[in-house]
């Protein structure tokens, strides 16, 4: 059978680090109801006034760790793409990005135009949030809808605790562990907390006590980002042999006002340093890519901060990236995909 193809999902990338490729960018990103979830009016008005400032500051972010063949996060969601072929013959592998090219809509027309008759859709998050895999999978829809494509879609769940993908995060970090370091910082991105409230079921269990996430099962544990987070450390640590005191969680890549999940990663930084952490292990598995807030946010400026905070060394451990072990095990979680759109 070669119809059923697999179409992974990631977030994008601007064109280019030119200003306005960047502003056309955060625009459609920002814009996503799923991302800021404000009324329209006031969603319009807020992500206007970020546009002002952030799209230069962000330029010129994205020129720092720009590659000579483009944004690394699509350079390696296309070796992604490349290395999982290997692992599914089922069917085509196709690529395709929430927020500019290649795009859901083009993806899976020319999917359909391919004669597909069932799509595994698998967006890149290990842990699920509203503004990541809800958004994701929203747009396929309301392609499927729009074009009238008749095609099965099956989902891949976010697989913040699946063995496969655990063990290959283990295997990418161990020659990281093994050359020795004070300690190890898991830094994810953050949401606002709002976001938190709006997936919980039932509506006070999230943020409710400083051990809400450690209680969580169940629904709650389903829709709760920060849980997931806790959960693929704990068995991220546990394959690593890692005793809790070697280890912690924070929350990078703020933005606005509002509150957001604590413990901030930015903060973090300073006490590891002024506790006398001197080297410091950063890896961020909220990622499975490489990007701006992987290379840029921790390996640029958070080791600058850590280190004008007493620390000597920030080792950034590389995300799964393409890695034949995580291919594999990503090949293998879509193909037990069963949930249909
Ligand atoms: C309200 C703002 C944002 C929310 C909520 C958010 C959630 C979220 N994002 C990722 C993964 C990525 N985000 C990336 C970049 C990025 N994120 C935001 C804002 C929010 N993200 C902005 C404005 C940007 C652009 C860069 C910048 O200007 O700072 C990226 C990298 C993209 C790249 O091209 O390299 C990823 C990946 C997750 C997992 C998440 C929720 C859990
Ligand atoms: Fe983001
Ligand atoms: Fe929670």
């Not at 814009?31 to 404000?38: A, E, S």
């Not at 008759?117 to 958004?135: E, G, I, M, N």
């Not at 494509?149 to 063990?167: A, G, I």
């Not at 709006?198 to 409710?208: A, I």
Request: glycine residues 6%; neutral net charge; contains cysteine.
């Amino acid at each position: 059978m070669t119809d059923h193809a697999l179409l992974l999902v990631n977030l994008g990338s601007p064109a280019s680090t030119s200003a306005e490729d960047v502003r056309a960018y955060l625009d459609q990103f920002l814009m996503d109801p799923y991302v800021v979830d404000l009324p329209w009016p006031l969603r319009r008005l807020l992500v206007s006034l970020i546009l002002i400032k952030r799209p230069a500051q962000s330029a010129h972010a994205y020129a720092s760790i720009w590659w000579p063949e483009g944004s690394p996060l699509i350079v390696i969601s296309r070796q992604l793409q490349d290395a999982v072929r290997e692992y599914w013959p089922h069917g085509p592998v196709a690529l395709a990005m929430r927020y500019g090219q290649p795009s859901i809509e083009s993806e899976l027309l020319s999917l359909a135009k391919q004669g597909v008759k069932r799509v595994t859709l698998a967006p890149l998050y290990p842990q699920f949030a509203d503004s990541t895999t809800t958004t994701a999978i929203e747009e396929a829809r309301r392609v499927l809808r729009a074009h009238d494509l008749k095609l099965q879609v099956n989902l891949v769940d976010p697989f913040y605790d699946q063995p496969d993908y655990l063990d290959a995060l283990a295997a990418s970090a161990k020659p990281y562990l093994d050359q020795g370091f004070d300690h190890l910082l898991m830094s994810y991105h953050g949401l606002p907390e709002r976001h938190l409230h709006k997936t919980d079921p039932t509506g006070s269990h999230c943020l409710k006590g400083a051990d809400c996430c450690q209680r969580a099962q169940g629904q709650i544990l389903a829709n709760c980002y920060r849980a997931q987070c806790y959960k693929t450390s704990e068995g991220f640590a546990k394959r690593a042999g890692l005793r809790p005191d070697q280890w912690s969680v924070s929350f990078q890549s703020r933005l606005g006002r509002a509150k957001w999940i604590e413990p901030y990663t930015e903060t973090r930084l300073d006490e590891l340093a002024k506790r006398g952490v001197k080297k410091l292990l950063v890896m961020c598995p909220a990622f499975v890519a490489d990007c701006i807030e992987t290379l840029e946010e921790i390996g640029d400026r958070g080791r600058e901060q850590f280190i004008a905070a007493g620390g000597q060394e920030l080792v950034l451990v590389p995300c799964l990236n393409a890695q034949p072990q995580w291919a594999s095990a990503l090949a293998a979680i879509s193909a037990r995909a069963s949930r249909l759109l």
